[in-house]
Antibody, heavy 119, light 107 residues
Framework: QVQLVESGGGVVQPGTSLKLSCAASGFSFSGYAMDWVRQAPGKGLDWVALISYDGSDVYYADSVKGRFTISRDNSKNTLYLQMNSLRSDDTAVYYC????????????WGQGTLVTVSS | EIVMTQSPATLSVSPGERVTLSCRASESLNSHLAWYQQKPGQAPRLLINDASTGATGIPARFSGSGFGTEFTLTISSVQSEDSAVYYCQQYNHRPLTFGQGTKVEIK
């Protein structure tokens, strides 16, 4: 079955960097666009970034553009999110999510990894 | 950016009741709308996409309808396990955006 396992979260200081990973299994990873979606504590869902199946197209929320970079390694079935210049309002659970075959809705989600930005 | 507005914010219902959740978009989405269920401490689960297509394994009591800017998620006979927050999401325009959620509480 489809599994998405995020890692790399933790507590970091403002202005520093962190790289999240999402290991995928149970489906043809290279055939699907993938996204990162975050959720601040007690808040709603907030889309962060999208990468096409082959990595040729990427899109970002304005709030992270220029600071975050989404990438993928299809040979390793792994999705990444490089987060630079972190701010306190980036504190959230970060989920990787698989798109469906025909839509940009998300039929599978990881369990999430918590990123806390605090001095 | 398309703004998604859900109503009501909270709903308290008894088991067996019919529940209707609303989602309104600031611009037309055609049918490019999804609904998710999220329980505490869990990741969201896809219920409906393309406004009315049930996702795999979703109980038949969940249904979606609507087109353009007005959408509805209906639970025909709510069960205790349906206690959760429900989000709508549009994917007709980038950036993708979510509603703020409707919390469904079971009495």
């Amino acid at each position: 079955q489809v599994q998405l396992v995020e890692s790399g979260g933790g507590v970091v200081q403002p202005g520093t960097s962190l790289k999240l990973s999402c290991a995928a299994s149970g489906f043809s990873f290279s055939g699907y666009a993938m996204d990162w979606v975050r959720q601040a504590p007690g808040k709603g869902l907030d889309w962060v970034a999208l990468i096409s199946y082959d990595g040729s197209d990427v899109y970002y929320a304005d709030s992270v553009k220029g600071r975050f970079t989404i990438s993928r390694d299809n040979s390793k079935n792994t999705l990444y999110l490089q987060m630079n210049s972190l701010r306190s309002d980036d504190t959230a659970v970060y989920y990787c999510a698989k798109t469906t075959a025909t839509t940009t809705s998300f039929d599978h989600w990881g369990q999430g990894t918590l990123v806390t930005v605090s001095s | 950016e398309i703004v998604m507005t859900q109503s009501p914010a909270t709903l308290s219902v008894s088991p067996g009741e019919r529940v209707t959740l609303s989602c309104r978009a600031s611009e037309s989405l055609n049918s490019h709308l999804a609904w998710y269920q999220q329980k505490p401490g869990q990741a969201p689960r896809l219920l409906i996409n393309d406004a009315s297509t049930g996702a795999t394994g979703i109980p038949a009591r969940f249904s979606g309808s609507g087109f353009g800017t007005e959408f509805t998620l209906t639970i025909s006979s709510v069960q205790s396990e349906d206690s959760a927050v429900y989000y709508c999401q549009q994917y007709n325009h980038r950036p993708l955006t979510f509603g703020q959620g409707t919390k469904v509480e079971i009495k």
